[in-house]
T-cell receptor, first 118, second 114 residues
Framework: EAQVTQNPRYLITVTGKKLTVTCSQN?????MSWYRQDPGLGLRQIYY???????DKGDVPEGYKVSRKEKRNFPLILESPSPNQTSLYFC?????????????????FGPGTRLTVL | GDSVTQMEGPVTLSEEAFLTINCTYT??????LFWYVQYPGEGLQLLLK?????DKGSNKGFEATYRKETTSFHLEKGSVQVSDSAVYFC?????????????FGKGTTLSVSS
């Protein structure tokens, strides 16, 4: 089954304790992205990756890191989490991110990771 | 910069009522337009999309027409069901110097009662 998986689905942690949220897709997609969803703000892009070893900042990158060493995986790293990073996080992927008509590609979303930072 | 504005919710309707959720956008160039739906406890999934002016996207009884002259992509359904209760996001996708950006509206919560 074609899908985007995220782990963990729920996480409660404390300020300053490094954490990683994993994201994996099995559709051979080139483009992957991380979003956070907050009430009244909708979804905001954190980082995206056009392909392996190519990553770039989205609208709200502060406090986050990403890496894209393999095509299928795109982990989100919080080196020193703070309470303002409490949010619902979504990973997404699409076939291509900017080649030809790639901007019309559908993005496929993971089920979300609810993070609470105390 | 590019942006999407959609009507504030929540929208509360009775079963079989007509639904309209307004969406307007601001973009340079020629964006593709999308409606995504988020059911309770789940991630977003594509509902429909349109890639050029006057295109109509449709799925599951929902429709939206890409109107370049009014920069709008309003979502409509003739007869809603309880199972349509969800959060609906309008989004646009456009190329910038760094590649593709997907920009979302803030979402509209729809609640349908029987």
């Amino acid at each position: 089954e074609a899908q985007v998986t995220q782990n963990p689905r729920y996480l409660i942690t404390v300020t300053g304790k490094k954490l990683t949220v994993t994201c994996s897709q099995n559709m051979n997609h080139e483009y992957m992205s991380w979003y956070r969803q907050d009430p009244g703000l909708g979804l905001r892009q954190i980082y995206y990756s056009m392909n392996v070893e190519v990553t770039d900042k989205g609208d709200v990158p502060e406090g986050y890191k990403v890496s894209r060493k393999e095509k299928r995986n795109f982990p989100l790293i919080l080196e020193s989490p703070s309470p303002n990073q409490t949010s619902l996080y979504f990973c997404a992927s699409s076939l291509s991110g900017g080649i030809g008509r790639g901007w019309a590609d559908t993005q496929y979303f993971g089920p979300g990771t609810r993070l609470t930072v105390l | 910069g590019d942006s999407v504005t959609q009507m504030e919710g929540p929208v509360t309707l009775s079963e079989e009522a007509f639904l309209t959720i307004n969406c307007t956008y601001t973009a340079t160039g020629y964006p593709s337009l999308f409606w995504y739906v988020q059911y309770p406890g789940e991630g977003l999934q594509l509902l429909l999309k349109a890639t050029k002016a006057d295109d109509k996207g449709s799925n599951k009884g929902f429709e939206a027409t890409y109107r370049k002259e009014t920069t709008s992509f309003h979502l409509e359904k003739g007869s809603v069901q309880v199972s349509d209760s969800a959060v609906y996001f309008c989004a646009l996708s456009t190329r910038n110097q760094a590649g593709t950006a997907l920009i979302f509206g803030k979402g509209t919560t729809l609640s349908v009662s029987s």
